[in-house]
């Protein structure tokens, strides 16, 4: 009897080990050998999907351009155009003149639904009046306008770089002579007709002053064509003057166009003196026609237009630039006494 009962634990005892170590065999086998499991379609559609574009991506995605203007009460001009590849990748700054300075963004197939979730995208950092100009403006476009910000602000416009807009006083320049000479000049800033500076004829270079350090951008013809032209520091402008052509009174000019010239800070030359016409003056003296009587002789007569001269001959009104387009006449009135200018 004890004997069976033994054999019959043993056997229960040896059960239970072989169904454990079955356990085990499986437990190991499911580890090494899973196979990938079947996916849902569902489940598929949520890896594959592109991902929708947001308000703030379409800006770029659609943006086509960027115009920035100014203007106040007398004047007004589109001083940048950018296409919509020429915009910065990075936050930039905007240079200002003027009292009311605007930035126009032109976007492609842009819905009514698009444009005013992009408005309300618009964020303006700073202590500025703006607005946005709805009036005749097509469903493509979004103007933004800025009244009388005296402090620099930051407009943020989807997901375009920050651009700071700045208003300073226009870049300006003047003529320098060669080292060691005195050369006689004329700089006539007249804004109807563009400056004119005049030197004597044989003068084969100019060296302009900027009254800002500029980056190295070169000025062109007006056409658009190189000059020979090199940078002698980040101030100074060296000007080979191998392109002149003749006009009249025997008088020789180039002009140098200098509407891409800006300083590091992006500010430029003021919006109707981003050019200068360099005039090779021929060398002569003026004298009175009864007499024959030598007039003036100051180093710039030659330069002049016109001598007026009064009864003691002690001051000059010497007239440069009668220029004429219609039925208006432009007159630059230099007034001195022998040998130095008092007004200009």
């Known amino acids: 009897m004890c004997t069976m009962v033994r054999l019959c634990g043993f056997g229960l005892l040896l059960l239970v080990m072989l169904l454990l170590n079955a356990c085990e065999n499986n437990t190991q086998g499911s580890a090494v050998s899973v196979s990938p499991?079947?996916?849902s379609p569902e489940a598929s559609?949520?890896?594959?999907?592109?991902?929708?574009?947001?308000v703030e991506s379409l800006t770029r995605i659609k943006l086509q351009s960027l115009t920035f203007g100014e203007h106040n009460s007398s004047e007004g001009r589109v001083f940048q155009q950018w296409k919509a590849t020429d915009v910065p990748q990075e936050p930039f700054q905007v240079v200002y003149h003027l009292e009311d300075v605007s930035v126009n963004a032109t976007f492609a197939n842009m819905s009514e639904e698009e444009r005013q979730l992009l408005i309300k995208q618009i964020r303006v950092e700073g202590n500025a009046d703006w607005e946005i100009v709805e009036s005749n403006s097509p469903i493509n476009q979004v103007r933004v306008q800025f009244h009388h910000a005296n402090e620099p602000f930051v407009l943020r416009v989807g997901d375009l770089p920050a651009m700071t807009f700045m208003r300073k006083e226009p870049v300006s320049f003047t003529f320098s002579s060669p080292a060691g000479r005195d050369v006689p000049h004329l700089l006539v800033m007249a804004q109807e007709y563009g400056p004119r500076l005049r030197i004597p004829e044989g003068e084969s270079s100019v060296e302009l002053v900027f009254s800002n350090e500029m980056r190295n951008d070169l000025p062109t013809t007006v056409e658009g064509g190189p000059v020979a032209a090199k940078w002698i520091?980040?101030?100074?402008?060296?000007?080979?003057?191998?392109?002149?052509?003749a006009v009249e009174h025997r008088m020789k000019e180039q002009y140098l166009r200098m509407d891409n010239l800006v300083d590091v800070s992006g500010n430029r030359l003021g919006g109707s003196l981003q050019g200068v016409w360099v005039q090779q003056m021929p060398r002569y003296v003026w004298r009175y026609a009864d007499s024959g009587e030598l007039a003036g002789g100051g180093p710039r007569d030659s330069l002049y237009d016109q001598l007026v001269i009064n009864k003691t001959m002690s001051e000059l009104f010497n007239l440069a630039?009668?220029?004429?387009?219609?039925?208006?006449?432009?007159?630059?009135?230099?007034?001195s006494k022998r040998g130095r200018t008092l007004l200009s």
């Open 45 to 54: 559609a949520i890896h594959t999907i592109a991902p929708v574009a947001t």
């Open 321 to 335: 630039g009668l220029w004429e387009t219609g039925t208006e006449r432009a007159i630059r009135i230099f007034w």
């Open 233 to 245: 520091d980040p101030k100074h402008l060296l000007v080979l003057l191998d392109n002149t052509g």
């Open 37 to 39: 499991q079947a996916t």
